[in-house]
């Protein structure tokens, strides 16, 4: 099924606007990631710390990431008839994240905040519902690395429905509450936004005679399946679970990096026909996509050991930059990729290279704080060269923001890549 590869200008204009929207949210949350980062250096008695962290999370996971997997899923997967349905649910997700933009920094998880939480949560059930409805007449692997990714979307908000039980019950002290967040994390990152962008990668691959197909297809995405649920146990490692926990964690980590393995050698195997089809900055930051990818199947599987897992509870800077090469490095990155190619964006080299750098140097930065500190000793001006950091990543946000407005307000044709 070929849906969106060639829509009419005027839908190519509102996919651009959307575009821009999403990538504002990334820049709001760059922003506060900022203020976070100088919060660190200079408390406020009037910011709450916590609050404005819990501001800085939803926009950036559900103001960029989720926005631009729900923008990409629709074009690549819905045809141009039925896209129309989505148009009131992306504005009920924008209208969710301004809500929680306003409520979160001054009141933390509280009746407001709560409130636009569900909503984006009821909205995000709703999409769930009637994108798997749309997919049912496509039976491709691509199509059901989206309808479990879906699955899997729906399972993670089980984890904000504990955390309220336990709360109400007092019991937010205890380790069930750090692990129904995870278990929300676990299942939005590994889950939803992981399974979205393979089935973005293997449509592509689907299209261009590049993705075997058959058994071996099949046992790719059940390992994926199987493997996505089993590390839930790398989550609750540092609890001290029993050893069968243990056996879990560390068959899934390795059952994954095993896939993850296959589809980097299929992709090397593929490389040429990739660089023949795809444009030159989305091929280069796919296989930055990659590299973060590999690099995160490899930690996954390594933080089955003890002394990893307890390296890594003892080190918050390590989950920080776990995060965000998860976050930036696979998603962020993959998705730009995605939208440079199908020319929704204009690749900026300044820009992206200002992202890139400053990304690096920020992983960089939190790896080498965490080494240190195993010796007893610190980087100097390490909370000031963060913050530099942040900016410097900041502003490649920034900008590629404002290329993109300037693509939106200069457009007067686009060309449409093939795929």
């Avoid at 005027?10 to 900022?34: C, F, I, K, M, N």
């Avoid at 008839?81 to 001054?106: C, D, S």
């Amino acid at each position: 099924m070929n849906v969106a590869d060639t829509p009419l200008q005027g839908s190519r204009t509102q996919e651009q606007r959307d575009w821009q929207t999403a990538l504002l949210w990334w820049v709001v949350a760059g922003g506060l990631g900022v203020l976070l980062r100088y919060l660190l250096l200079r408390p406020s008695a009037t910011l709450v710390y916590p609050y404005w962290l819990h501001a800085h999370s939803h926009v950036v996971l559900l103001g960029w990431a989720f926005n631009a997997l729900f923008l990409t899923l629709i074009a690549q997967f819905v045809s141009s008839a039925r896209q129309k349905a989505y148009r009131p649910i992306w504005i009920g997700f924008q209208v969710a994240i301004v809500g929680m933009l306003g409520l979160f920094p001054v009141q933390g998880y509280g009746a407001g905040s709560i409130i636009f939480s569900t909503l984006h949560v009821l909205l995000s059930y709703y999409m769930a519902w009637r994108l798997y409805t749309d997919l049912r007449p496509d039976h491709s692997l691509a199509a059901r690395f989206v309808r479990w990714g879906l699955l899997f979307l729906v399972m993670s908000t089980l984890g904000p429905y504990a955390l309220g039980i336990l709360k109400a019950r007092q019991l937010h002290e205890t380790i069930w509450y750090n692990l129904s967040i995870y278990f929300y994390l676990h299942f939005l990152y590994n889950g939803w936004f992981m399974f979205g962008c393979l089935a973005l990668l293997v449509r592509w691959l689907e299209r261009w005679g590049c993705m075997p197909v058959g058994r071996e297809a099949n046992r790719f995405l059940l390992v994926w399946i199987g493997a996505t649920v089993g590390t839930l146990a790398l989550s609750a490692l540092w609890t001290q679970p029993p050893m069968w926990v243990w056996a879990v964690g560390a068959v899934a980590g390795l059952a994954q990096l095993a896939a993850g393995g296959w589809l980097i050698r299929l992709l090397w195997q593929q490389r040429s026909r990739l660089q023949s089809k795809l444009r030159t900055p989305a091929y280069w930051l796919g296989q930055l996509a990659l590299l973060s990818f590999g690099l995160k199947l490899g930690l996954q599987a390594l933080s089955a050991s003890a002394w990893a897992t307890e390296w890594s509870y003892t080190q918050r800077h390590l989950v920080i930059a776990y995060l965000h090469l998860v976050f930036i490095g696979v998603i962020s990155f993959f998705l730009l990729a995605w939208a440079i190619h199908r020319r929704i964006l204009r690749p900026s080299g300044p820009a992206l290279g200002l992202i890139l750098v400053f990304f690096t140097l920020t992983e960089g930065g939190l790896v080498l704080e965490s080494i240190l500190q195993r010796t007893g000793t610190y980087l100097p001006y390490f909370g000031e060269m963060l913050l530099l950091f942040s900016v410097g990543l900041w502003i490649g946000v920034v900008w590629l923001w404002r290329v993109a407005t300037a693509q939106n307000k200069g457009a007067t044709s686009v060309e449409v890549a093939p795929g």
